[in-house]
C-alpha cells in the first residue's frame, strides 16, 4: 500500500496578514505544512487553487485542502464561491469556510442551546442577528424548525437577513424585529431561547429584562468584552443556572447561561474536528450546515 502524502492547508486571507489563530488550530489539528496567503482578492483565487490541485493526481488531492479565513466575512464567502468555480472533474480538494469564526462559533451556540430545550417549535431571539454570526445562528435555528425572532436594532436590515435565510431554508419560520429598549419585553416574551451575537462591549439586554421572562431557559452571549451583550451572565459561564433566587425560585426555573469562554471550547473541538475531516476525501465542503453536522457528531 502506497504512502498517504503529507497533509498540506492551503490557508486564503482576504486581510493583510493571515490569522495567527487560524494557523495555529490548523497545526494543532495535525496538518503538515500550512501554506498562508494574504490579501487575497476574487482574481487571485484561480491560480492558488490551480496550484493546490495540479501538484498531485486525483488520488492524492484528499492530502490538500483549503481553509478560507479572514475577519471580512462576506469577502470569504466570495472568495469560496470563486474557489468552488475553479474546481473542475475530479480536480478538486477539500474546503473549509471559518472567516472570523463565525461558523464554528455560531454552530457552537446553536448546540449549547439544544441541550438544553428541543429546537424543533422552539422560539429563539437572536439579537445582533444581522452580523455574520448572528446570520448563521438564525439560519441554523430556522434549519432545525426554531421560530426565529430575528432582532436588529434597524428593523430594514432584519428584513433582509429573513430574506436571506429564506433563499436557503424554504420553510423558515421568521420574525424581523427592530429592538429597542423599550421593545425588548415584548422580542422575549415567549421566547425559550436568547443568543446575543453583538459586537464587543455592547449591552444588547439587561439582566433586569430577560430575568422578567418567564419562558426563558437559555440565555447565550457570544461577546467576552464587557459589558457583555447580556447583562447578568458571565463570560466563562457554561451552563451556568441564574435568574432566581437559590432555594425560592421566585420565578420559575432559572435559566441557565452561557459565555463566550464557555462557548468555547465547544467552538475550538469543532474547529479541530473539522479540520481533519478535510482530509478523509477531496470532494468535500464545510459551511456553517456541515459544520453544525460535524459538532451534532461529537455531541454523540
Partial sequence: MAESKPRIL???????????????VAIDAGVD???????????????????????????????????????????????LKRVLKSFFGPMRVSVM????????TAVAAVLA????????????LVLAATGPVGQRVVRLLA??????????????????????????????????????????????????????????????????????SAALRVAIDLNAVPPLGIGGVEATDKA???GA???EMARGEAVICYGAIGIGGTKMKIHHATIERLFQSNSQVFDAE????IGRELEG
Fill in 10 to 24: 492551503v490557508q486564503i486571507d482576504s486581510d493583510d496578514h493571515a490569522s495567527v489563530f487560524d494557523a495555529v
Fill in 33 to 79: 505544512h500550512l501554506l498562508q496567503y494574504h490579501g487575497v482578492t476574487e482574481d487571485d483565487v484561480q491560480d492558488l487553487v490551480h496550484g493546490s490541485i495540479f501538484t498531485r493526481g486525483p488520488h492524492d488531492l484528499k492530502s490538500t485542502a483549503i481553509f478560507i479565513g479572514g475577519t471580512d466575512v462576506t469577502a470569504a464567502e466570495r472568495l
Fill in 97 to 104: 469556510l471559518d472567516a472570523s469564526g463565525a461558523n464554528t
Fill in 113 to 124: 442551546a439544544s441541550r438544553h430545550v428541543p429546537l424543533s417549535g422552539a422560539t429563539a
Fill in 143 to 212: 434549519r432545525e424548525g426554531a421560530c426565529v425572532r430575528v432582532a436588529s436594532r434597524d428593523g430594514s436590515r432584519a428584513e433582509r437577513v429573513c430574506d436571506l435565510v429564506r433563499e436557503r431554508v424554504k420553510a423558515a419560520e421568521l420574525e424581523p424585529i427592530g429592538t429597542t429598549f423599550d421593545s425588548l419585553p415584548a422580542a422575549l416574551d415567549g421566547a425559550s431561547i436568547v443568543i446575543a451575537a453583538g459586537a464587543a462591549g455592547i449591552e444588547l439586554v439587561p439582566a433586569e429584562a430577560w430575568q422578567a
Fill in 240 to 242: 451556568v443556572p441564574r
Fill in 245 to 247: 433566587a437559590k432555594g
Fill in 290 to 293: 456541515e459544520i453544525f453536522a
